[in-house]
């Protein structure tokens, strides 16, 4: 009955009058009986189905209820909405948007770039690395060329510069979506290399640069907290088409010493007798193995008025690795507070910052055994431990600059002792107390980059002339130059007994020198001397 109804309603042909016609006309007692006598085709749901639209709009089934007078043209509009959307997904192609870029569309346009040069650069130094803490390092010296190859002839270039900044992101800024509160870069060096126009002829043509990195500037790195990276950027301004511009990275790293002996640590925990000597490195790398010895003194105590012996067992000891960050997010212009009288007058407004700081374990592991005990009067637990650092913790070095931003990492040590006791005359007889407790250390640790074969480059330079000794040494020769009359009296002899008196004389502190003998000069050559002395 009621998909009857739905064909009735869903008939394109009638309108209003028609329905409520047809609904007069079944009410009536003489439309019924007529229509009990003469054959309908909707006499079965199967009919209707067999049957097509036409058939069903020319030949209305039974009546419907009145209520149900609202749904025709809930129906048809339905309908008129799927036909409208039929024919609509036709022309959907045919629109349309100007400013609206579909996710096939390009959203970032590529630079345009010009055909006539282009630019590149060479570095000649070897990897910038600071050799020493921010005290007493020299800092990093970067070199290099730029390359400007110029593809056609008479090239007109209006300036030529270059720059390089320390480019600090704050992941988590002062205030979120602002990018001048998440970006701050700071100008280390600049180079003008081109500051007039210029007209460059076909070739490569070479502009050297260098600059020496500061000892105290922090080194490179990348985190959860902040970012720090040295930007050098250049920029070549041309009179026809577009400029070339060059951006490049620098890595700068840092390398701290390594120690020749580990480091000893002596803890006590009160009100235990239990004290721990402890050797371990100071300075550990990414992706390494490192070793740390440990003892445990003051583990066996003799009670003698109870005639029994109280011993401290190690069950547990497990160590990590710590990495804390911290740094200060400043505040920008417009996020920052506004000076006040009193600021004003003292001409130092405060610098308005969140501080932000971030802990995880970038290592750590558990041990139950691996130990070696000795509970004899004056026992002892040793043990040597391994504790890696693997490339998947993504450990940062250590990083301490002015700005606020500190790296820092510390290796901790925990262990679980309990307390049992024996009679001294049946020492096998242990029985435990009930009294446990958790000794803890930290230590710490410098994590920092290998130095490899380098140097730090004042190492590398050549001595200045200010400290270079006086070379060649100078000789002393004890002749009578007085007592010689002209330059012809003297003659050099290997022989003379003068010489090597002198010789002798000198041989203490260096190498004997030239001994020079005078002669008489015989007439034949007194006139080749003569012939020979310039006037």
């Not at 309908?40 to 709009?57: G, I, K, N, W, Y």
């Not at 020319?58 to 339905?78: F, L």
């Not at 000649?124 to 110029?150: C, H, I, R």
């Not at 070549?236 to 390398?255: C, F, H, W, Y």
């Amino acid at each position: 009955m009621p998909h009857r109804v739905v064909d009735f309603f869903r008939s394109s042909n009638d309108s209003i009058h028609s329905i409520k016609a047809s609904v007069q006309r079944r009410s009536s007692p003489s439309s019924r009986s007529a229509s009990r006598e003469r054959p309908t085709r909707h006499s079965s749901a199967a009919s209707s189905v067999l049957e097509t639209p036409v058939d069903q709009a020319q030949t209305p089934s039974s009546t419907a209820p009145p209520v149900k007078m609202a749904e025709p043209a809930r129906g048809r509009q339905k309908d008129k909405d799927k036909d409208k959307d039929k024919h609509g997904d036709a022309h959907n192609h045919r629109l349309s948007f100007p400013s609206f870029h579909l996710g096939s569309s390009k959203t970032f346009k590529e630079p345009a770039q010009n055909p006539n040069a282009a630019l590149d650069w060479k570095i000649e130094s070897p990897p910038a690395v600071m050799y020493g803490d921010t005290e007493n390092s020299t800092g990093a010296l970067v070199s290099g060329q730029l390359l400007l190859k110029v593809k056609e002839e008479d090239f007109e270039v209006e300036s030529f510069g270059a720059k390089l900044e320390i480019h600090v992101i704050q992941k988590r800024p002062f205030t979120n979506h602002c990018q001048q509160c998440a970006n701050q870069t700071t100008e280390i060096k600049s180079w003008s290399f081109l500051s007039e126009p210029t007209v460059l002829s076909k070739r490569t043509h070479e502009f050297p640069f260098s600059v020496l990195l500061g000892g105290h500037l922090p080194a490179s790195t990348d985190n959860s907290v902040v970012a720090i990276r040295y930007d050098f950027t250049a920029e070549v301004k041309t009179k026809a088409g577009p400029p070339i511009k060059l951006t490049k990275r620098i890595d700068v790293k840092r390398s701290l010493p390594v120690p020749d002996l580990p480091h000893h640590s002596i803890r006590i925990f009160p009100p235990t007798n239990i004290a721990a000597s402890v050797h371990y490195p100071q300075v550990v790398h990414p992706v390494s193995t490192n070793t740390f010895t440990l003892r445990l003194d003051g583990i066996v105590k003799h009670n003698i008025e109870a005639k029994s012996v109280e011993y401290w067992k190690l069950k547990r000891l497990s160590w990590k690795l710590e990495e804390t960050i911290e740094t200060v997010a400043p505040a920008c212009e417009r996020h920052a507070p506004r000076d006040t009288p009193e600021t004003t007058a003292a001409d130092t407004p405060p610098k308005k910052g969140a501080k932000r700081s971030d802990a995880r374990t970038i290592a750590h592991a558990d041990m139950h055994s691996g130990w070696k005990s000795d509970y004899s009067p004056s026992g002892c637990i040793e043990m040597e431990i391994e504790y890696q650092l693997g490339p998947g913790s993504k450990a940062v070095c250590d990083i301490k600059s002015e700005d606020g931003t500190e790296i820092t990492h510390q290796l901790v040590v925990e262990m679980v002792v309990v307390q049992e006791y024996a009679p001294v005359a049946h020492p096998k007889h242990v029985t435990p107390t009930g009294v446990a407790r958790i000794l803890r250390m930290h230590f710490g640790v410098n994590l920092t980059e290998r130095a490899g074969l380098g140097v730090s480059w004042d190492n590398e330079a050549p001595p200045i002339y200010q400290d270079v000794p006086p070379s060649p040494p100078s000789y002393t020769c004890p002749i009578p130059y007085e007592s010689v009359g002209s330059v012809e009296d003297l003659t050099l002899s290997r022989h003379s007994q003068e010489g090597g008196e002198r010789g002798e004389a000198s041989s203490g502190s260096r190498a004997p020198s030239p001994a020079y003998e005078e002669r008489a000069p015989s007439s034949s050559s007194t006139t080749g001397a003569d012939d020979e002395v310039p006037r």
